[in-house]
């Protein structure tokens, strides 16, 4: 460390520009998977697992609670917007 003085990396700061989640396509998919699989008790049970697995993360990470709040409601409307388009069956142009 020549040249920067004992205290250059303490006085640092540092941006951490998150992943947001409504492009964590793999985990949106998986999500849809597993939900669309499930009904009742156990769609809301793991549906509850992984809101709480993001949101420890992003908390260990620093995140603001509004933005995790944020992050996980764009989420949400990923993942129910998939699983809607996923049930309606297909009508091949037809009206």
């Known amino acids: 460390m020549r040249g920067l003085s004992p205290h250059a990396i303490d006085d640092a700061v540092c941006t951490v520009l998150p992943f947001p989640t409504v492009r964590r396509v793999g985990k949106i998919r998986r999500t849809v998977e597993v939900l669309s699989d499930r009904t009742g008790k156990g769609g809301n049970q793991y549906w509850k697992q992984v809101i ?26 990923e993942v129910f917007g998939r699983i809607r388009n996923y049930r309606q069956p297909e009508t091949n142009g037809a009206a």
């Open 52 to 77: 709480a697995g993001m949101r420890t993360q992003m908390v260990s990470a620093g995140r603001a609670d509004e933005v995790i709040d944020q992050e996980l409601r764009a989420f949400a409307d």
